[in-house]
């Protein structure tokens, strides 16, 4: 199956392949010595708004040939532990070839269904891809999408994810998509929330991340991949994390109305 570009036909990133080109140009700042990095937590709003995050994240690290990528389900379509073996993702000028030996080791470790249902209309994957084929040309990759939330299965996940990428034995990327609160008016409340989320993230502590999000009802939409990925990550010899960047759609012409939290990290 060759999955087409929704999120681009969207208005998430540039639907034209000169036009997303200058808009990767724009986001994308030059980092003279990108560095190797196990896991990595970008967001997935439109480029207009998170871009930015996305690019220090992007231009931070060396990105491999072998990349997975953990998104979460904004949809109920498909399945909640949902990974594709076979075929390709489009993305404006390019198209990505599934690894298909990666995924299939990912999806019996993890034990995930074959399901193309679950990433037709689900926008958080997808908008990494631009950022990561500019980034590596020859990129192949492993697609994931969760719609659980419970830390039992996102350790376990997270937990046999890492054995997968060990016994696979080529260097890899996990990439957690995940933007942070969705608050409507308070951007105290916002602030707030967003900085405990870090602060777990950067501790590499993923059940501590799981249990503020459920405590403190953190909207933060991708914080199972982000947990699935730390867990990873500290299994593959992960030791510590840097935030990047934080903004807010405030910072970028949105309204009090409904403000967006947007980090980069990058664990190591």
């Known amino acids: 199956m060759r999955r087409e570009p ?6 998430f990133y540039p639907a034209h392949p000169k036009a997303l080109a200058a808009e990767l140009d724009r986001c994308l700042p030059e980092v003279r010595a990108p560095r190797r ?24 690290i060396e990105v491999p040939e072998h990349v997975i990528v953990l998104c979460p ?21 390019a198209e990505i070839p599934i690894d298909e030996e990666l995924a299939r080791r990912v999806r019996e470790a993890c034990e995930l269904d074959e399901d193309e249902e679950a990433h037709l209309a689900e926008h958080s994957l997808e908008v990494q ?42 260097p890899t990327l996990l990439v957690a998509s995940s933007d942070l609160s969705h608050e409507s008016g ?21 059940e501590g991340l799981v249990r ?7 909207t933060m939409c991708g914080f199972a991949p ?4 730390i867990e990873a990550a500290k299994g593959l010899g992960a030791a510590k994390a840097e935030l990047l960047g934080y903004e807010t759609s405030l910072d970028h012409g949105g309204t009090e109305d409904w403000i967006v939290g947007y980090a980069g990290l990058v664990f190591e």
Do not use: C
């Open 226 to 229: 982000a947990a699935a990925a």
């Open 37 to 60: 990095a196990v896991a990595v937590v970008a967001p997935h709003a439109g480029y207009a708004y998170s871009g930015l995050v996305a690019g220090r994240v992007y231009a931070a």
């Open 186 to 206: 308070d951007r105290g409340r916002v602030k707030r929330n967003d900085d405990l989320a870090i602060e777990r993230m950067l501790a590499l502590d993923a």
């Open 73 to 93: 389900k904004h949809t109920r379509y498909g399945s909640p532990l949902a990974v594709m073996t076979s075929g390709s993702w489009a993305i404006p000028g």
């Open 212 to 218: 503020v999000v459920r405590e403190r009802e953190i």
């Open 129 to 170: 891809l631009p950022f990561l084929q500019r980034r590596n040309p020859g990129l192949r990759l492993t697609p994931v999408a969760l719609g659980v939330g419970d830390w039992p299965t996102l350790r376990k996940l997270g937990r046999r994810l890492a054995e997968a990428v060990r016994s696979f034995g080529r």
């Open 6 to 11: 929704f999120a681009a036909r969207r208005g």
